[in-house]
């Protein structure tokens, strides 16, 4: 079994920073293309960035030029640099693989943006 874990969210105020981090553990038979997602309360869960095995990233327009994905292969982690925050950037955030998230689910880390 994986097991993931999020850290880093908080309460920010619009324009400010945080950056998170997802550490993969447990029976990981490969840890190649990831994603950073993220769901609001009574929405669907979206993916926001992701990060190929060759360090390729794409993300969701919305996050493009403010939010910046990265990985550590050797210690199973992704990273989301989130500058330049907005209100519509408050969810709770997770990480899973890609292009499908076939891992159970984290915790996730909730991200809360004021106005």
């Known amino acids: 079994q994986v097991q993931v874990v999020e850290s880093g969210g908080g309460l920010v105020q619009s324009g400010g920073s945080l950056r998170l981090s997802c550490v993969a553990s447990?029976?990981?038979?490969?840890?190649?293309?990831m994603g950073w997602y993220r769901q609001v309360t009574g929405k669907e869960r979206e993916l926001v960035a992701a990060i190929l095995s060759n360090g390729f990233t794409h993300y969701h327009d919305s996050v493009k030029g403010r939010f910046t994905i990265s990985r550590n292969n050797a210690k199973k982690t992704v990273y989301l640099q989130m500058n330049s925050l907005k209100p519509e950037d408050t969810a709770v955030y997770y990480c899973n693989t890609r292009p499908e998230p076939v891992w159970p689910w984290g915790q996730g880390t909730q991200v809360t943006v004021s106005s």
């Open positions: 447990g029976r990981i038979v490969s840890f190649n293309h």
